[in-house]
């Protein structure tokens, strides 16, 4: 018998139909002998229309109110579930945030857990029920509802089953593990049985939106192996786990790309101590977060500064930095919304040299321009131009060996 956390995401519990499956799969869980709490998201599309409900009255409402308001999207598959499991004659309690006595700060809409008692989970375990956990959200210690960010619920899962000390923590969602590149765009990927955290985290940080990245960080910190699967098959998933090694050995674990980001460039910057601060502390002012940087020296005491941020703060930075250029005395400011970032992962890294250069190699064998180079400890990140991404991701899968072998 096991202490298991499954969690679902908002696919999986998209209609009644689906609720009806996940309940199904949880009472199969719980008629092995084990206790089963479930962490559930919202049906699917309802966090995004709430927030837009509140988006239409004022573009900047409230944060308290919106975590009041958009919290209650758990708050309705988590009963609906209990009550499906009851009919189906199991016993079955849902239960808020602040019921879990899932304690946050009070940085609403984005609030961190700061822990978690959990005495009523435990007492109902020990009563037999299967215990449902609205995803997402916690209490400050006012008591107000807070919520944990988008895709929130997977940190509430690993932060429960951290709490419980669960001896699983699965995490079910609509695609069937990780994938060494994204199967869409390379028939080639493979999914991966084991990945490290570290690897993880930069995929979520990279753009792979399997799991928010809190929750790696959680997992890790409070080593709680997740297992990423499909709520539609009964395959095995993903382990994302510490690194062993065998992972090492391995040098590149996966390829991703991102194309949500654009890059702006001042040309021809007097060159002088404090010029970066100057350029880039507006953007950071304005909430806009930058991701790769790149400096240039040019002759005669002048420089180019390069960087990116996300192409939906593209516009805004643009004319931040239009201003800026002006008041710097930089002689240009260009901005390109068509570039793609394509990186590649993995711990074996750390041991293993001539992985840029491979890299770089590949990429220039298919006439692909690297704009830009950024690099990690485990991931090497170039910025090319957007329509090339799907040939260089192909290219670099190949390139690392990781095609599906025959
Ligand atoms: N319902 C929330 C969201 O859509 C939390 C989650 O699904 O993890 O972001
Ligand atoms: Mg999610």
Not at 116 to 121: F, P
Not at 266 to 284: F, N, W
Not at 308 to 331: H, M, N, R, Y
Request: hydrophobic residues 45%.
């Amino acid at each position: 018998m096991a202490l298991i956390v499954q969690k679902y995401g908002g696919t999986s519990v998209g209609d009644l139909d689906r609720i009806r499956n996940v309940a199904e799969r949880v009472a199969r869980t719980f008629d092995q002998g084990n206790d089963v709490v479930v962490i559930l998201s919202a049906m699917s599309g309802e966090t995004d229309r709430l927030l837009d409900l509140a988006g239409k009255i004022t573009p900047f409402p409230d944060k308290r109110e919106v975590d009041m308001l958009v919290s209650t999207g758990e708050q309705v598959s988590v009963s609906l579930m209990a009550v499906t499991l009851q009919s189906m004659g199991y016993k079955a309690r849902s239960m808020l945030g602040h019921q879990a006595e899932i304690l946050t700060d009070n940085r609403f809409t984005r609030a961190r857990i700061l822990g978690i008692k959990a005495s009523r989970i435990k007492a109902l375990l020990a009563e037999k029920h299967i215990v449902i956990v609205a995803g997402f959200q916690g209490a400050d210690a006012n008591g107000d509802i807070t919520t944990l960010g988008r895709g929130g619920s997977d940190t509430s899962a690993v932060a429960v089953a951290a709490a419980l000390k669960a001896d699983k923590c699965e995490i079910f969602t609509d695609v069937d593990g990780i994938y060494t590149a994204d199967p869409n765009i390379c028939s080639k990927a493979r999914k991966l049985e084991r990945i490290s955290y570290d690897e993880m985290l930069e995929m979520a940080s990279l753009g792979a939106k399997v799991l928010q990245i809190r929750s790696v960080e959680f997992a890790k910190k409070y080593d709680v192996p997740i297992h990423v699967r499909s709520s539609f098959s009964e395959e095995e998933g993903t382990m994302v786990v510490y690194e062993d090694a065998n992972m090492e050995k391995v040098v590149v674990s996966g390829v991703t790309h991102n194309k949500n980001e654009a890059r702006i460039t001042l040309s021809k910057v007097p060159d002088r101590p404090g010029i970066a601060m100057q350029i880039l502390e507006p953007i950071a002012e304005a909430g806009i977060g930058v991701d790769m940087i790149i400096q240039n020296t040019r002759a005669g005491n002048l420089t180019d500064l390069t960087f990116t941020v996300p192409k939906s703060d593209f516009e805004a930075a643009l004319e931040i930095e239009q201003k800026i250029a002006e008041k710097i005395g930089a002689e240009d400011v260009v901005g390109d919304k068509n570039i793609a970032k394509v990186s590649v992962v993995g711990v074996g890294m750390r041991s293993h040299s001539g992985v840029a250069s491979k890299m770089f190699a590949a990429l220039a064998a298919e006439n692909i321009n690297i704009l830009m180079i950024s690099t990690s400890e485990i991931r090497i990140s170039c910025v090319i131009e957007e329509k090339y991404t799907e040939l260089a991701v192909r290219t670099l899968h190949t390139a690392f060996g990781l095609d599906e072998s025959i």
